[in-house]
């Protein structure tokens, strides 16, 4: 069973940058996918970015584009998310998601960033 165990959430003041990580155990990271999510209160939980397996296959929200940056360290079974510019806006507590060829998904427990203006 895989397990994902994010860090690297904090308080910054807007404009600053954060660097979310998260390690996978017990498998390999995302066969398929992989995604990163966030979930501000009161809010229903919202897509931020996802990796696929195949070209061009990174997205990000309209919300993050240009700002926030998605990648993985294979040898390191390591997903990250690289966000600079941030704004109160994206303050939330953000997940880490993973899903294998087989299918199986996986999310970590969730970090949280917190931007002040």
């Known amino acids: 069973q895989l397990q994902l165990v994010e860090s690297g959430g904090g308080s910054v003041h807007s404009g600053g940058s954060l660097k979310l990580s998260c390690v996978a155990s017990?498998?390999?990271?995302?066969?398929?996918?992989i995604a990163w999510f966030r979930q501000a209160p009161e809010k229903e939980r919202e897509a931020v970015s996802c990796l696929g397996v195949g070209a061009d296959s990174t997205h990000y929200a309209d919300s993050v584009k240009g700002r926030f940056n998605i990648s993985r360290d294979k040898a390191k079974n390591t997903m990250y998310l690289q966000m600079d510019n941030l704004k109160p806006e994206d303050t939330a507590v953000y997940y880490c998601?993973?899903?294998?060829?087989?299918?199986?998904?996986?999310w970590g427990q969730g970090t949280q960033v917190t931007v002040s203006s």
């Open positions: 017990g498998s390999a990271l995302g066969g398929y996918g």
């Open positions: 998601f993973s899903k294998t060829s087989e299918g199986d998904e996986s």
